[in-house]
């Protein structure tokens, strides 16, 4: 996470980088995007990964634990699953609180999510837009 009182020298890059994460988290949950054709389901985001190697599944639609829980977003609560180490910001999301790695966060804040990928280097290279 990053430092609970930035300076002022960093607070503006880092509201401009989670403003970029934010975007290409949106991108990513597009669901006109995700959408199957002649089926209606969405398709599955793929896994979150981050510069210095933590991922995380983010998902969203109406049988996520996300909100809207619906097909259409845009979504401000998503569900993460399974991150790659334990991070204390969603504990008070997990569904197993005792299993951080090997559980699923539910109605997870978006807003959270880019700060924890941000806290993480951002996305990693390969995953950039």
Not at 88 to 97: G, K, N, V
Request: hydrophobic share 40%; with cysteine; aromatic share 6%.
């Amino acid at each position: 996470m990053p430092a609970a009182n930035p300076s002022a020298d960093h607070q503006p890059t880092d509201e401009v980088a989670l403003e970029a994460i934010l975007s290409e988290l949106n991108r990513r949950l597009d669901p006109v995007a995700r959408r199957r054709p002649n089926v209606g389901v969405l398709d599955c985001v793929p896994r979150v990964r981050c510069a210095d190697g933590f991922s995380v599944s983010v998902q969203a639609g109406r049988g996520n634990y996300c909100a809207p829980r619906d097909d259409d977003g845009p979504w401000y609560d998503v569900e993460l699953g399974f991150p790659s180490e334990r991070v204390e910001a969603l504990i008070p999301f997990a569904e197993e609180e005792d299993r951080p790695t090997k559980t699923v966060y539910g109605w997870v804040p978006l807003t959270l999510v880019a700060e924890v990928i941000l806290a993480h280097g951002g996305f990693a290279q390969t995953e950039a837009a």
